[in-house]
């Protein structure tokens, strides 16, 4: 199956309705992707992330190149057969977790040099081996490695993570795109060499950076649209910033992509949020928080957050959310949730991310009705206004 | 649906084919009960139960009763309703745990006095108090409450814990089957009162005691059978004496117990052992090794024991046990499993536990399939070489 994207239709907000098809399956988008980190969504089993209807997930190149490590994934056939799961698979390339969880010991043009947050290891990180970790993950989609900086950063920094990311970007591209075994053409558009990844549909994705600085942002969106990738990121965000600013930024560089590219905004959001990215003509996302807060107890529902630790929920018998009909919705109680987390239950962490998963994936399948339909600013008001009324 | 008892085949050796019904479905015996401590097998959803078959699982009425409190299940509808499991449930009486468990402070005549292991707060657990608890969660299956021994224990104290076992069965069977609304008139055999318990089809199990002792085994035996309850267990078993021992003294109390009534054999066992207390026609087991040992990564296998955290599985690509059909197996590479354990993933425990418990009910539907052709000895003899063949 070869890549494949496709604008059904198109919102007057600026959202659209689309259709991405992967070696892995067909996407629809707008499409939220649970984050595997380390070749599992925590808590959930590959059989119900079928059930779920997710369609592409994330694999994290830091976390699997450091364990198990991506020459024994790629022996063994890739991260799809590594993990059992026949749905499409997007990888980031590194560079998030390099910068924001490794003890970083030294950024040059070159590349990164840290030390592992497992053992302390020192490793190196470059454009060039971030795809070669990707191409033996064999994800559907790859990302090239960026600089990523805090936030708020000045102009100057800001700048100068814009043109290393270009920089690198284009390593990226001519690495992924050169023939290993002589003799072979390059490939074209940012599709990586079938001779050296375990997915040879695998493609590549760029990432636009600049901060909170909305010239920088369109000008590292046009110096990666001169690069000519077949979809486009924009990364660096939700790092602080408000969700205002988050939303300017991706509107801004989503102006200078190509409409008939994929957009991908990495890292968010909250569930309220999820359309606001949609309106800036973004067709992905992808967020921890759905896994992340369910560990901790926090559950998203159609009235807003819940937090199930808490007394008054011990003896309630109503599913957690009754506008939702997820499988743990449809099956237990509020107080059965609360039991199982006060008494540090595994089925805890099993069922809050399942439910968790299954409402990011909700409102996803909710703001593809409402682009059909054409009424996606009902939808947002709606769903805003019952998480203000908040009856949980 | 009323409590029944049929056998269905006996085997040459002394096995028995069987099927117990109950107010929550049908149990094929001879069956193994998973563990379900506090409302939840630890690492399995519901779902996955009953994907797994499961018919019977166990409660435990001490955890149940520190937290989150047998009162709450009760108001919420009895365990059945509060952890959504629509099969059988059994419930031990508390005995076991306030030995073994809890900070023990006085063991008199009357009941137990002993210290929460979540608090340290004071409580007294008594035989009617246990079955007050049982009635609150609503079991199909209560447990008389028993003192349980350690082994060694000499004869004296034995002797003694038998005497006070009876007693405390014969106030457990009184408090069960008295009225507590005016005018109704006590229930038969050990059926619990309808008016007091949230399942009205509850019944009683009595507990042989005896310690390592033939002849109180015996004598523990036949006093419990002249109280007449519907159903019978042998415990204080696999405490640490040898397994022929174990086999012995559970042999010996089968000798005493109606055959018309279920045998259950409290705490076992190891899977190459289940078929040795078939054979001394037991009808049913318990145990929490299948999920307890999958949370520390060692497995259960047609080649005997695997401990997944083993480097030899890192770049393994075979399925965890090739004559296992279970999901995991079906799905997942031996590296995959190894990876989760050493990540410390959520997914560890959730296919661990799965794959054990498929083991445990796999062993016990060949053993009923065994009996029914007769042929329980070959079987027996053909899944112990397989373990000392050990090709994992």
């Given at each position: 199956?070869e890549?494949?994207?496709?604008i059904?239709?198109t919102d007057?907000?600026g959202a659209r309705?689309?259709r991405l098809?992967t070696?892995?399956?067909v ?5 939220f992707?649970?984050?595997g980190?380390?070749g599992?969504?925590k808590?959930?089993t ?14 994290n190149?830091?976390?699997l190149y ?6 024994r994934?790629?022996q063994?056939?890739?991260?799809h ?8 698979i ?7 977790q390099?910068f ?8 040059t ?5 840290f ?7 020192e490793h ?5 081996k971030?795809?070669e ?6 994800s559907?989609i790859a990302?090239?490695?960026?600089e990523c900086?805090?936030?708020?950063a ?6 100068g ?5 270009t920089e690198?970007a ?16 390059p490939?074209?558009?940012g599709r990586?060499?079938?001779?050296a990844?375990?997915n040879?549909g695998q493609?590549?994705?760029?990432i ?9 942002r369109r000008e590292s969106?046009?110096?990666?649209v ?6 486009y990121?924009?990364?660096g965000?939700a ?7 988050s939303c300017?930024m ?12 994929p ?6 959001g909250?569930?309220?949020q999820?359309a ?5 003509g973004v067709d992905m ?7 992340r807060?369910?560990?901790?107890g926090?559950l998203?529902t159609?009235?807003?957050?819940v ?5 008054i929920?011990?003896?309630d018998?109503r599913?957690l959310?009754?506008?939702c009909s997820c499988?743990v919705?449809r ?8 039991h199982?987390?006060?008494?540090n239950?595994?089925l805890?962490s099993?069922?809050n991310?399942?439910h968790?998963?299954?409402?990011f994936?909700?409102?996803m399948?909710k703001?593809?009705q409402a682009i059909a339909f054409?009424?996606?600013a009902?939808f947002s008001?709606?769903?805003q206004a019952?998480?203000?009324?908040g009856e949980?």
């Open positions: 199956m890549f494949d994207f496709e059904l239709k007057p907000t309705l689309g098809t070696p892995h399956g996407i629809d988008t707008p499409a992707m649970p984050v980190t380390a599992t969504v808590g959930l590959q059989q119900a992330l079928s059930e779920l209807g997710v369609q592409i997930l994330l694999g190149t830091y976390h450091l364990r198990p490590g991506h020459e994934i790629g063994l056939g890739g991260l057969r590594f993990m059992s799961w026949p749905g499409a997007l990888t980031d390339s590194g560079g998030f390099v924001s969880l490794a003890d970083l010991r030294k950024v043009d070159d590349g990164v040099v030390r592992s947050h497992l053992d302390g290891s190196f990180l470059t454009p060039e971030s795809i970790i990707q191409q033996a993950l064999g559907d990302m090239v490695f960026d900086i805090e936030y708020p000045d102009y100057a920094r800001a700048a993570a814009v043109k290393r990311t690198w284009r390593r990226c591209r001519e690495y992924a795109l050169a023939p290993r075994n002589e003799g072979r053409a490939m074209e558009s990586t060499n079938a001779e990844s375990t040879p493609i590549l994705f760029a636009v950076q600049g901060g909170a600085h909305a010239d920088l969106a046009r110096q990666l001169d690069l000519d990738f077949p979809g990121a924009v990364g965000l790092v602080g910033e408000p969700h205002a600013l300017e991706a509107a801004v560089a989503a102006e200078e992509l190509p409409k008939d590219r957009r991908y905004v990495m890292g968010v909250f569930p309220e999820l606001d990215y949609v309106r800036c996302m992808d967020c921890v928080l759905p896994t807060n369910a560990r901790n926090c998203f159609s009235a807003g957050r937090n199930i630790r808490n007394a929920y011990a003896d018998p599913p959310d009754e506008r499988m919705c099956t237990y109680s509020r107080a059965y949730l609360r199982l987390f006060q008494a239950e595994i805890a099993i069922l991310s399942h968790n998963v299954a409402f994936l909700d409102i399948g703001i593809r054409g009424e996606l009902e008001s709606e769903f019952r998480i203000e009324a949980s």
